[in-house]
Every structure is written in C-alpha cells, then in structure tokens.
C-alpha cells in the first residue's frame, strides 16, 4: 500500500505526474500515458487556462458540445448550447422545443434573483439583549462590510435583509445570521462568503465591545460563514400552454384529449410518488444541467436546490406540474435557479464563453428563463415519449451509434446497422449479432 502514496504530487510538472501516475496505478502504462498527454498536448493554451480552474490537472475530459434549436421563449428564437454525455436529450429537448414554437412557444417569470447567506456563531449571551441592539449591529455589519459591496452596489446589487435566527432550542447556543443578497448576473459565491465572513468578525468585535453585554456574554464563537445553496426565492417560473385541441399532433396514435389527459395523470404520479418524482426531476434535469454546464455554471449548486426545493412542501415530489381545464392544457415548472453571467468561469472557459454569446449575452435573469425552459422542454419530450410511444425506441436508436463505435464497426457497416434496426429492437447483442452476421457473410462491407 505505501508505494502507492506520494506527498508532494501538486508540486509535480504535469509529465511528472502523469508519469507517476501511470507508473504507480496503471498495467498499460503506455496507452495511459499516450491517452492522458494526447488531450492536453492538443491545445496547450487551452490547457493552462483548465489548469487554473482546479488542482492537479493532468488532462481534460472532453464531453459532447450540442445545440437544441428552435427555442421560442418569450417570443425570442434561441439556439440553447447542451453538455450533456447521455444520448436523446438534446434530440429531445430540440423535439419538444419544435413542437411548442409552433403553439406560442415557452413562456418564463423571474419572481427574484435574491442569494443567501448564513453566519452560523456558538453564543451563551441573552438573546433578547441581541434583539434589542441588532439595528446597532445591522448598522456596524453594512458599515464594516462597505469596501466589499460599494461595486456590488454600483450595479443594483448588495446587501438585503440580516435577519436573526434563534437555533438554541435544538443545539445549545446555536444561532445564525441569514443574510439576503442581491447580486445582479453575477452568481455571486465570492461576494457572499466574503461579506459574511467580514461579518464574523464584526459580529465578535460587537458583542466584545457593547455596554449592554456584560463581560460574560463578550465571547463568540463563529461556527462558519458560507452561502446557502437553497435559494428559494431565486425562482423562474417557465410554462407552455394551448388549447388541448392543438395538441392533436402529440402523437400519432393518441387523440389530443386522451394524449392531455394521460399526460397530467403521468405529471400528477409525479406529484404524489417520490421514486417517480426523483427520476422525472431527473429528466427535468438533463435538460437543465446540460445549459448550467455549457454556461459554466455550478450544475451540483443547482442540482442540490432544485432537490431541496422539490421537498419544500414535506415530501420529494415533482418540481413541474399540469392542469387540463376547460379545454385548456397548461404545463409548468417553477425552479430556484442561482446562476451567473459574469464572473466564475464564464468569460474564462472558451465553450462557456461562446455559449453565453451565442444566447445574445444574457442578463442572469434571462438565463434563468432559458435554463428552466429546457428544462421543462426536456420534461415535457421525456413524458410524451414515456405515455406514448415508450423511452427506449428513441434511446436504444441513438445508443445504436454508441453500440457500432463499441464494436468498431466502420462507416459501410454502421450505415446498414441503421438500416436495419430502423425496424428491430436495438441491445448490444442483437447488434453484435447483426455485425458478426454481415462480417461473415463474405466480408465485404467489414473492408470496404
Ligand atoms: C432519462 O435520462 C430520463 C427519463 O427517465 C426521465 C423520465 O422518466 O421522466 C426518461
């Protein structure tokens, strides 16, 4: 086992790494070797520019860069730029996107973009002494804080509310700052933390100092200050609506009020069943994660608020929801969304940057729209796909591709792989089936 523990590695050039590396944990060290330096030897520039987002890079990773076109969101065409590794989301969401353009296309809200933060201190003082000077403190914090929020505060942004937050009665002294942010398009992590850490300090000096405290009460222990991933209130409410007549081409074989129909009892199963709920937020979030990736947004930020907001009301459940009345068929999705388009690795990451450009450099907020969109445009494919035809015809013929590459099968042969599956049922060995049985035949199509 000691030999396989190194100190010192984040001081190692990136061959030298790589060369321990492969050395220590690989059998094939040579194609280890050839694999990892290929990626990064390609674009050296870029390289250094990735090497700078994380620590101990010794390549990159390289994920598929795809496009659903034909968003009509707001009356506004966009292009979404998706990174996404799973095969039929984009096809999906560009599908659903197709079919919404032509009734009205999605429609967004932004209620608000308000962060938050929370200063989470240890204090066995009089609460109600704190209570009754917490303007005084409110003061001193805004005060203290000023050289971090006055360019926050140039652009619309900064401090909000700093409520107290009385903990005592579940753990001993335990109470906590929340503190609410307003920080423009930018996500806004490095401000938040560093204002509250700034507040820790002040919050101490202020129970040090004030006459009110008696010298008991002059400790304070801060436990910790960091930004809250559940930002509740920084929400987008995205939406399709139509007559339930004009979705007779939902599908082919389902009329559009059977097709409404079956759709709202899908979503309701969604609301009331958390193992369904879980993997229908998951579709929704094959759509999301795939914008917030190409945008060089935080997906695990997102993905841990979408989760805690689809358990707000006491048990996980469906994060969109439908209603069909009076011939009307409406599909929404309400979702916390704390994203960015300035700052982070938005300017920084070549793909990101030409993603946000490519959506006409959104303001924070009508990122927001576009994300939540694709979400529910995701969802919506997802369902459809799911009440009608089943999932796996569209994602086991995308998949075939994956399959072919596997076996290596060339051009010729993936050409009549298509052809043929175009009417069978695709899985890995009826293709391998397929290939032995074409590359025995005469042998023609494997040398061609
Ligand atoms: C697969 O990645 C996503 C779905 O399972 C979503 C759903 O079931 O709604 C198809």
Redesign the pocket.
């Known amino acids: 086992m000691g030999e396989k523990i190194i100190s010192g590695f984040s001081k190692l050039s990136k061959e030298e790494k790589i060369d321990w590396l492969v050395c220590t944990f690989s059998d094939q060290r040579a194609e280890t070797k050839q694999v990892l330096s290929e990626f990064w030897q390609e674009d050296a520039d870029l390289q250094r520019v990735l090497d700078g987002f994380s620590e101990n890079t010794i390549s990159n990773y390289v994920m598929p860069f795809g496009i659903a076109p034909n968003m009509v969101i707001n009356d506004r065409v966009y292009a979404v730029p998706m990174v996404i590794e ?1 095969s039929s ?1 984009v096809a999906a969401a560009s599908s659903a996107a197709k079919f919404w353009m032509k009734r009205g296309g999605f429609r967004t809200e932004v209620r608000s973009t308000k962060k938050l933060g929370q200063l989470h201190f240890s204090w066995s003082g009089d609460v109600n002494k704190l209570r009754e000077v917490f303007p005084t403190l409110e003061n001193k914090l805004r005060t203290e804080t000023a050289h971090l929020t006055a360019n926050m505060e140039k652009r619309g942004g900064g401090i909000r509310e700093i409520e107290l937050i009385d903990f005592s009665d579940q753990e001993p002294d335990y109470y906590q700052l929340r503190v609410a942010f307003e920080t423009c398009d930018s996500m806004g992590a490095n401000f938040i933390n560093s204002v509250l850490e700034a507040f820790g300090q002040s919050l101490q000096s202020f129970v040090a100092t004030h006459s009110i405290f008696t010298d008991e009460e002059r400790s304070l222990e801060v436990i910790m200050a960091i930004l809250s991933n559940y930002t509740p209130e920084c929400i987008v409410r995205a939406w399709v609506e139509c007559p339930v007549a004009h979705l007779e081409h939902a599908c082919k074989d389902m009329d559009a009020t059977t097709f409404a129909e079956k759709f709202r009892k899908a979503i309701r199963i969604a609301e009331i069943d958390p193992y369904r709920a879980t ?2 937020n ?2 929704i979030f ?1 759509g999301i994660d795939a914008v917030v990736l190409a945008t060089a947004n935080d997906f695990r930020a997102i993905e841990a608020c979408g989760h805690t907001y689809a358990s707000k009301d006491g048990q996980y459940a469906s994060l969109s929801h439908c209603t069909v009345e009076n011939g009307v068929f409406k599909f929404w999705l309400d979702l916390p969304l704390a994203v960015g388009t300035v700052g982070g690795l938005t300017k920084l990451h070549p793909l990101a940057k030409l993603s946000l450009e490519l959506l006409g450099s959104p303001s924070a907020k009508e990122l927001m729209s576009i994300i939540a969109a694709t979400g529910l445009a995701q ?1 919506f494919a ?2 459809r ?2 009440i009608t035809t089943g ?1 796996q015809q569209g994602h086991m013929k995308m998949h075939l591709m994956n399959i072919l590459n596997h076996l290596s099968a060339n051009e010729k042969e993936q050409r009549a792989a298509v052809k043929h599956f175009e009417t069978e049922v695709v899985s890995f060995s009826s293709v391998r089936t397929f290939l032995s049985n074409i590359r025995s035949s005469n042998g023609v199509l494997a040398h061609e």
């Open positions: 799973e989301v993997t229908h998951k579709g094959n969802n997802a369902v796909s799911l999932i």
